[in-house]
């Protein structure tokens, strides 16, 4: 069956995958696997089917913002696709994960508005308990396979889905979410957790810290430094590790 939106066909579509917003990132991180090929690019939906650690995977850009991300993981999980895990970056709220860092979302603050239409607003945007456990422990693995190049800190909390990037009238209340306890902004792990868990299909999401969301901690925002390529690397790896780990846990 043919995703009209992602050109993908149900029957060349394992049950893993591994999303992220830019299709240059997806075919950066398609590069990690073996016997790769690229099934479809329409619009920013990139798709890439291939080998990691012998696990049939795939690599799915889903583009900015929680509404075009959403008919990407709708249409994905129609496809067959069972398991997701979003690898992004995100604005920090602590400076305790500065730029550089990694942060595993355990749940997201749905200050979108696309979760809005599709469940109440005390329905809350919780990742599954086995990816994240998965995550972490392949975030916290791969700190010493990285040593030499992972310089940040690997987080485990809360983040925050927003639609916003830049401020308006209206003011963005970061301030009011990091006294929350929240870690870090970015906009679209809330779709990625309330799709999966209407669809049946679990989900989880690790970001690399990229600048600080809280405009009293921000610097001029530059994701294109060292230690950010070097963190969005050690997301990657832990990412596809962990994807692995869960396919071999389902298959014993």
């Given at each position: ?45 990139r798709t890439f089917v291939g ?202």
């Amino acid at each position: 069956m043919l995703m009209p939106i992602l050109q993908i066909h149900s029957e060349d579509m394992p049950a893993y995958a591994i999303v992220c917003g830019d299709p240059a990132r997806a075919e950066k991180i398609s590069r990690k696997l073996e016997q790769v090929k690229e099934l479809a690019f329409s619009r920013e939906y990139r798709t890439f089917v291939g080998l990691y650690e012998g696990v049939q995977m795939a690599v799915v850009s889903h583009g900015v913002g929680s509404p075009g991300a959403a008919v990407c993981f709708e249409e994905l999980i129609r496809a067959g696709v069972t398991t997701l895990i979003r690898v992004g970056t995100a604005g920090s709220y602590t400076a305790d994960y500065p730029a550089g860092s990694v942060i595993v979302s355990t749940a997201a603050v749905r200050s979108d508005g696309l979760t809005r239409q599709l469940v109440p607003d005390g329905f809350p945007a919780v990742a599954d308990i086995g990816v994240t456990q998965a995550l972490v422990e392949a975030a916290r693995e791969q700190e010493s396979a990285d040593a030499a190049t992972f310089a940040g800190k690997v987080g485990v909390g809360i983040t925050v889905t927003l639609d916003a990037f830049f401020a308006g009238v209206e003011e963005i209340p970061h301030r009011k979410y990091k006294q929350a306890g929240a870690l870090g902004a970015e906009m679209e792990i809330a779709a990625l957790y309330i799709v999966s868990t209407l669809r049946g299909a679990r989900a989880g999401a690790i970001v690399a810290i990229d600048g600080f969301a809280d405009s009293d901690l921000a610097a001029e925002y530059d994701p294109h430094t060292d230690a950010v390529g070097q963190a969005v690397e050690h997301e990657i790896n832990a990412a596809l590790r962990a994807l692995a780990v869960l396919a071999r846990q389902d298959q014993a």
